[in-house]
T-cell receptor
């Protein structure tokens, strides 16, 4: 699977948009971009994923650059409960491939 | 109802003992996983089963043996526990077909402490 690079930590004010970047310059054509988060001591939680097109769901938006070498997860109106470690993962879309978690970005949402 | 449930949530035991952690999912998924999260918070895949068949087996000591009696259950048995086995173990499941195979549902974790 392609490697990803994320900033180790970020801050965001409550109510503002949180934009979390991820670089995956070696991504191949059949690899999806997945985002997960882990709130302290809980199991990781799936947020969103995409292949080429931008995606949006009730939790977040995923913007993937045209060359697919980077992406941004957007939490439109961050709340204190969004404080968590966010993981960007690229993976082939097949159950025979593991989802490998890196170090992620620790997002702190402040009042 | 909890989608992916693990028992026990906490387990404290002595070195050399044998212990098991159980996992059950009620999502109808056909793929289940075990992950280990160590004290440095790195989350690493250990095993994956698809329809009761082992499909992923990372470099894990033979003391760890997963068992999948059916699609809804994946248990983890650990023999001869060592201090380094202390970690939080997460079970997860996914539907193993289509482009949503990476959408994993995780349990709340089982914190194992080996003394």
């Amino acid at each position: 699977d392609a490697k990803t690079t994320q900033p180790p930590s970020m801050d965001c004010a409550e109510g503002r948009a949180a934009n979390l970047p991820c670089n995956h310059s070696t991504i191949s054509g059949n690899e999806y971009v997945y985002w997960y988060r882990q709130i302290h001591s809980q199991g990781p939680q799936y947020i969103i994923h995409g292949l080429k097109n931008n995606e949006t769901n009730e939790m977040a938006s995923l913007i993937i650059t045209e060359d697919r070498k980077s992406s941004t997860l957007i939490l439109p109106h961050a709340t204190l409960r969004d404080t968590a470690v966010y993981y960007c993962i690229v993976r082939v879309g097949n159950s025979g491939y593991a989802l490998n978690f890196g170090k992620g970005t620790s997002l702190l949402v402040t009042p | 109802d909890t989608a992916v449930s693990q028992t026990p949530k906490y387990l404290v035991t002595q070195m050399g003992n044998d212990k098991s952690i159980k996992c059950e999912q009620n999502l109808g998924h056909d793929t289940m996983y075990w992950y280990k999260q160590d004290s440095k918070k790195f989350l690493k895949i250990m095993f994956s089963y698809n329809n009761k068949e082992l499909i992923i087996n990372e470099t894990v000591p033979n003391r760890f043996s997963p068992k999948s009696p059916d699609k809804a259950h994946l248990n983890l048995h650990i023999n001869s526990l060592e201090l380094g086995d202390s970690a939080v173990y997460f079970c997860a499941s996914s539907q193993g077909v289509g482009d949503r195979t990476g959408e994993l549902f995780f349990g709340e974790g089982s914190r194992l402490t080996v003394l």
